[in-house]
Nanobody, 118 residues
């Protein structure tokens, strides 16, 4: 069974930076898309960024320029570098992976809390 484990969340002041990591572990799997989503209190989960295995990236328009997604395919790990953080970035950040092997399925991590103080 493949699992996603996030790390790197925490409390940071506005203007600061954080780097989130999400590692996939298990046996004999392949991942096509990895990404990050976030959910703030009282709001729906929203896309932050995604990255394909070949490196193509997609970002929420409002986050372009401040957030950078990257991926290490050898480690089955996706990263999210978040700069110039704002209080409105406060949310639970969830890692997402779309597997193609052993079968097509979508996995979610448990989430990591990011809190930005003003």
């Amino acid at each position: 069974q493949v699992q996603l484990v996030e790390s790197g969340g925490g409390l940071v002041q506005a203007g600061g930076s954080l780097r989130l990591s999400c590692a996939a572990s298990g046996r004999s799997f392949s991942i096509d898309v990895m990404g990050w989503y976030r959910q703030a209190p009282g709001k729906q989960r929203e896309l932050v960024a995604t990255i394909l295995s070949g490196g193509y990236t997609n970002y929420a328009d409002s986050l372009k320029g401040r957030f950078t997604i990257s991926r290490d395919n050898a480690k089955n790990t996706v990263y999210l570098q978040m700069n110039s953080l704002k209080p409105e970035d406060t949310a639970v950040y969830h890692c997402n992976a779309i597997l193609t092997r052993p079968y097509s399925t979508t996995l979610w991590g448990q989430g990591t809390q990011v809190t930005v103080s003003s």
